[in-house]
Nanobody, 122 residues
Framework: QVQLVESGGGSVQAGGSLRLSCTAS????????MSWYRQAPGKEREFISS???????YYADSVKGRFTISQDNAKITLFLQMNSLKPEDTAMYYC????????????????WGRGTQVTVSS
């Protein structure tokens, strides 16, 4: 069973930076397809960014140019560098995996982490 654990959240002032991490476990030797979402109080969970196994990156317009997604070479740890943070970035940030390549065979599945809180004050 896949487990995702996020870390790196915290409280910062507007204009500050944070770096989130998410580590996947459960299937050794596999490379995970991963993405970031966030959910603010009273709002629906929204897509933030994703990265393909090949390294292609995708961003929501709201974070483009400020956030950078990356993944370690083993494709088990996901990062999100967040710069120029705004109060509207305040939310719980979740890591998600939609599958993994294990011995070059792709297995689709959905798993979410428990989230890490980011609070940006003005």
């Amino acid at each position: 069973q896949v487990q995702l654990v996020e870390s790196g959240g915290g409280s910062v002032q507007a204009g500050g930076s944070l770096r989130l991490s998410c580590t996947a476990s459960g299937f050794s030797g596999c490379r995970y397809v991963m993405s970031w979402y966030r959910q603010a109080p009273g709002k629906e969970r929204e897509f933030i960014s994703s990265i393909s196994i090949g390294g292609s990156t995708y961003y929501a317009d709201s974070v483009k140019g400020r956030f950078t997604i990356s993944q370690d070479n083993a494709k088990i740890t996901l990062f999100l560098q967040m710069n120029s943070l705004k109060p509207e970035d305040t939310a719980m940030y979740y890591c998600k995996t939609t599958g993994a390549y294990c011995s070059d065979h792709y297995s689709p599945f959905d798993a979410w982490g428990r989230g890490t809180q980011v609070t940006v004050s003005s």
